[in-house]
C-alpha cells in the first residue's frame, strides 16, 4: 500500500487525516502497519461478509452477503421490568421496557431472530418506539440516548421448539446466541437483547490481528 506522503498528495487530503484512516482501517483488520516496514492490505477481507465483531442493523449485515434481507415482528409490547433485571442489568425498578420479536430473512428464508428488552425513560410515549427500527435506534429515541457499546456474550445452543418454528430449523441443531448489553454515553443500560443466528445462512467472521 502507498506511503503517508503519496496517498496525501493523491488523495489531496491533510497528513494528520490520512494517519487518522489508516488507524480505522488498521482497528478494523483492512490493513497491517509495521514500523520501518511496507503496510499491507489484508486479502482476506474480501472474503468477509458477516463480522461478529461489528455491531451494524442485520439488515445491512444480510445485505452484505448479497442477499435480498426483510424483517417481521411477529411480537411487541410494553411491560415492566422484572425485579432479577433490575438487579442483573441495573435499571430502575418499576421500569417500563419494550419487549419485542424480530425475524430477520435472507431472500424470503429466515435467518435471524432477536428478542429485544428496551428500557422506555418516564415521559416516552409508549408509540414513539418503534419495533420495526434497529435496536440502537430504538433505545436512543427511548431516552437512553446515543449508545455507544454493546457488551456481546456468543455462544453455541440447541434449537428450542419456538425458535424451529420461527427460523424453519431443526429442534434441537445447532445454532450461534449472541446475548447482548447495549451502554448507553451516560454508562446507563439502554437495552438488552438476545439474537439466534441460523449458521446456514452465513459464516460469522472476527478479525484479530496477530502480534506486532
Do not use: C
Not at 125 to 146: L, R
Request: net charge negative.
Amino acid at each position: 500500500m502507498p506511503g503517508e506522503p503519496t496517498l496525501v498528495a493523491t488523495l489531496a487530503a491533510s497528513r494528520p487525516a490520512i494517519r487518522e484512516e489508516l488507524v480505522r482501517l488498521e482497528e478494523r483488520g483492512y490493513i497491517r502497519r509495521r514500523k520501518g516496514a511496507d503496510t499491507v492490505v489484508n486479502p482476506r477481507m474480501l472474503d468477509v461478509s458477516a463480522r461478529i465483531d461489528q455491531k451494524i442493523d442485520r439488515s445491512e449485515l444480510i445485505a452484505s452477503t448479497g442477499a435480498e434481507a426483510s424483517t417481521a415482528v411477529p411480537d411487541a409490547r410494553i411491560d415492566i421490568v422484572t425485579p432479577e433485571e433490575a438487579a442483573q442489568y441495573e435499571v430502575p425498578v418499576g421500569a417500563r421496557v419494550l419487549r419485542y420479536t424480530k425475524v430477520w430473512s435472507a431472500d424470503g428464508v429466515p435467518v435471524i431472530r432477536a428478542d429485544d428488552n428496551v428500557v422506555l425513560r418516564p415521559g416516552v410515549a409508549e408509540e414513539d418506539a418503534d419495533a420495526t427500527q434497529p435496536v440502537f435506534e430504538i433505545a436512543k429515541i427511548a431516552g437512553a440516548g446515543p449508545i455507544e457499546w454493546e457488551i456481546v456474550y456468543p455462544t453455541a445452543l440447541a434449537v428450542s421448539r419456538r425458535d424451529a418454528e420461527l427460523l424453519g430449523l431443526v429442534e434441537g441443531g445447532p445454532a450461534l446466541s449472541l446475548e447482548s448489553v447495549g451502554v448507553a454515553r451516560t454508562g446507563v443500560t439502554a437495552y438488552w437483547a438476545s439474537e439466534l443466528h441460523a449458521t446456514n445462512a452465513f459464516q460469522h467472521t472476527v478479525i484479530r490481528s496477530v502480534g506486532k
